[in-house]
């Protein structure tokens, strides 16, 4: 089931993004996230204060987290988006985590088809996305569902150095938007 998180989610959440970086500092995987920068606690409580902070739960237990709004960060502007919309009309997800001892039972998944299915419901006329250009793993199941990269960009991303973002987008469902 996926939900708004409430405040006695923060703590999992937080236990999901340590475990993410175990995993990245036992060479298990590549986020480009680096372990007290991003993503960590505060990631989470800002997301939540927003209003904005997303998970899925499995038995009452949550087993992933996204946040999705309409804030495109720094360097969006520098996308080569084939569809067009105004900001208002851009849904994005951001930070989309899945506990690593639930990897590859569909959660992340079923976390993008919710944010899909949002946008389809709220009239978006672009899903917007990024990822580390290292995340391969990432890069992969984005194309596998139907994304595009609209670029790479070197940027410092929420306080990480040297990073180079993959920009994403689709169209989402049920939407008749036509690209450029």
């Not at 089931?1 to 236990?15: G, H, P, Q, V, W």
């Not at 790479?152 to 169209?171: A, R, S």
Request: aromatic letters at 8%; a negative charge.
């Amino acid at each position: 089931m996926i939900e708004k998180a409430e405040f006695y989610d923060l703590a999992r959440i937080s236990e999901i993004y340590e475990a993410i970086h175990d995993e990245e500092a036992a060479g298990h995987l590549t986020t480009g996230w680096i372990r007290g920068v991003y993503p960590t606690a505060e990631t989470a409580r800002a997301a939540l204060g927003r209003g904005d902070l997303y998970v899925e739960r499995e038995n009452g237990r949550v087993v992933a987290a996204a946040v999705i709004n309409r804030i495109q960060p720094p360097g969006y502007e520098s996308g080569t988006w084939t569809i067009p919309a105004e900001p208002e009309e851009v849904l994005v997800l951001h930070t989309l985590v899945v506990d690593p001892k639930e990897s590859g039972k569909g959660y992340g998944r079923s976390m993008i088809r919710a944010y899909e299915q949002m946008a389809g419901q709220d009239g978006s006329r672009a899903l917007r996305m990024d990822t580390n250009a290292r995340n391969v793993q990432a890069r992969a199941i984005y194309a596998h569902l139907g994304y595009r990269e609209a670029g790479i960009i070197p940027t410092t991303f929420n306080g990480i150095p040297d990073v180079y973002l993959v920009l994403l987008e689709k169209k989402p469902p049920d939407q008749d938007v036509k690209t450029a």
